[in-house]
């Protein structure tokens, strides 16, 4: 039965930002120098005829959603034209409903029609995946769930409950067949670590290009005021925790990699650290050896990696690779092939142990994959897209009520600290780590607590 609150879509209006890198950032095959953000403004309306606009943005990340031989350029095209043909898809998207139920059929129907036959009208074979698709689909319903909170002026949050929802998760989700756990009667709020956090522990990224020592300057390096070297983003930010980006195919590069890294860890007093393989191994022993080393060379450094990311290619459907060795040794987490909570319930039955959720899969999606990975014991993380401006907001906020292994990864204010220079004088806190952490006590009001009236 429907509620009185439910909603429906009636207009939308896209606009594409672009951004540029203060230092490049590598990624897989490629090196980013830039990016372009969609950003989306959806109005919705409720069964009085009262209106309430939402908001949401999301960076267009080719490289990761759409690894390819083809041009970047022709790539990052092909996202605007889909995300162009969405502004008319969630417009004559006439469906009632909470954020969650209507956010949830829109992906199941309209979506996935959308991206076959934007696949089918391309001339060559290689098609968008469809993790593209969910970024780009992301902006709109992120800008849903905020529009839904705005309009019943309380914090979007706070509606992910029986009082608002007019279905259970049982209606979304459906358990794993070896757990007794039922999904009848439960909503995503009962998942949720409440209170939210209102400081949360900031991951940085160590990207593969990045400087680590002052022997490897070239005097090339931006003189823009922000650090370059990675001791002095640490000393800067006070951070604890760093997320290692490696390569995936270079295991005497990588070995070095983790210790040089290790070893500033070290010294400058940082507690924790991740490795991220970059999706391109394909065989258990080659992460297997490289920990092994580790823990035999390399004790402490061992101790600090706090756990692995989504070394394995990005279909898991296809790449249906036994992971329990791996996650004898660390916790390791899904990210590029979790597009949903059924690949999440395949990757369990496959040894991943953990969840990198991230909200440019949606927000829909990324809540349904919290409840389902949470129902059955594993381990959650919110990761970043490198996420500027408002993009950043609704990623902290899904990190501060998930309840992760430890904080959230926050890497805009490295590569592109000014693009958020106008959310900043209102959160201060989001985009600049300060103590190793970010703050998100100045997010609040109704929708997503963005105070876009400030």
């Known amino acids: 039965m429907s509620k009185t609150t439910d909603i429906r879509p009636i207009d939308v209006t896209l606009e594409f930002q672009p951004i540029w890198f203060r230092l490049p950032l590598k990624f897989g095959a490629e090196t980013l120098e830039t990016i372009t953000c969609a950003r989306v403004k959806l109005q919705v309306t409720d069964a009085r005829d009262k209106t309430a606009c939402g908001w949401g943005e999301t960076p267009l990340s080719v490289a990761w959603v759409w690894p390819s031989a083809l041009g970047y350029r022709e790539r990052e095209e092909s996202l605007k034209e889909f995300c162009q043909q969405l502004v008319k898809a969630w417009t004559d998207f006439a469906v009632w409903g909470h954020p969650m139920e209507t956010g949830g059929l829109f992906l199941e129907t309209d979506l996935k029609k959308l991206w076959r036959a934007f696949n089918q009208s391309r001339s060559h074979t290689d098609a968008m995946p469809w993790l593209a698709a969910l970024v780009c689909n992301s902006a709109f319903d992120i800008a849903l769930h905020d529009a839904y909170g705005m309009i019943h002026d309380v914090p979007t949050y706070e509606t992910y409950n029986r009082d608002y929802m007019n279905h259970d998760l049982s209606w979304f989700i ?22 939210r956090k209102e400081k949360m522990i900031a991951w940085h990224l160590v990207g593969g290009k990045d400087l680590l020592e002052s022997d490897e300057l070239t005097g090339d390096e931006p003189k823009d005021g922000y650090p370059v070297l990675l001791r002095d983003w640490i000393r800067r930010d006070g951070l604890k925790a760093l997320k290692v980006k490696l390569r995936g195919n270079d295991a005497a590069w990588e070995y070095y990699r983790l210790v040089k890294v290790g070893e500033i860890a070290i010294e400058e007093k940082v507690d924790w650290l991740t490795a991220d393989f970059n999706c391109l191994v394909t065989e258990p022993a080659y992460v297997n050896d490289i920990l092994d080393r580790l823990m035999i060379q390399e004790p402490r450094i061992y101790g600090m990696i706090l756990y692995i990311e989504q070394p394995f290619p990005y279909n898991l459907e296809s790449h249906q690779i036994d992971v329990h060795s791996v996650s004898a040794r660390k916790p390791l987490f899904m990210d590029e092939s979790c597009h949903d909570w059924r690949l999440i319930k395949l990757g369990r039955t496959l040894g991943w142990t953990g969840v990198a959720l991230k ?96």
């Open 174 to 195: 459906t358990p794993s067949e070896d757990v007794s756990v039922s999904f009848a009667g439960k909503y995503p709020q009962d998942f949720f670590s409440l209170p």
């Open 359 to 454: 909200t440019c899969k949606t927000q829909t999606e990324a809540l349904l994959s919290l409840c389902w990975a949470k129902a059955h014991g594993m381990t959650l993380m919110v990761q970043d897209l490198t996420n500027p401006r408002l993009a950043m907001i609704p990623h902290v906020l899904l990190s501060a009520h998930a309840g992760t292994i430890m904080g959230v990864e926050t890497n805009a204010m490295q590569f592109y600290p000014d693009a958020s220079n106008i959310e900043a004088k209102i959160h201060p806190g989001l985009y600049v780590r300060k103590n190793g952490c970010v703050n998100l006590s100045t997010l609040g009001g109704p929708g997503l607590g963005y105070r876009l009236e400030k």
